[in-house]
Nanobody, 121 residues
């Protein structure tokens, strides 16, 4: 059974920083594209940042220059460094990963449970 577990959320003041982690565990043959999504109350879920297995990154315009996505393939872990946080970054952040497993599921999407990020003074 594959699990994605996020950590690192919390309450931070505007202008502050947080680092989120997303760790994948279980029977994994390959960990492919990964991404961070967020959903604020009353809004649709949106893609914040994504990273391919080879390290190519993509960012939403709203976070470019402030957020950095990275991954450690040896640890099956993805990170999101969030700097210069704004109140509008407040949301539940969830990670998604496309994973190939020994039972024949190829590039199957898995989701973490989400972690709350609140930016407020």
């Amino acid at each position: 059974q594959v699990q994605l577990v996020e950590s690192g959320g919390g309450l931070v003041q505007p202008g502050g920083s947080l680092r989120l982690s997303c760790a994948a565990s279980g029977s994994i043959l390959s960990l492919n594209n990964m991404g961070w999504y967020r959903q604020a109350p009353g809004k649709q879920r949106e893609l914040v940042a994504a990273i391919t297995g080879g390290g190519i990154t993509h960012y939403a315009d709203s976070v470019k220059g402030r957020f950095t996505v990275s991954r450690d393939n040896a640890k099956n872990t993805m990170y999101l460094q969030m700097n210069s946080l704004k109140p509008e970054d407040t949301a539940v952040y969830s990670c998604n990963a496309r994973i190939t497993t020994p039972d024949g599921k190829t590039n199957y999407p898995y989701w973490g449970q989400g972690t709350q990020v609140t930016v407020s003074s």
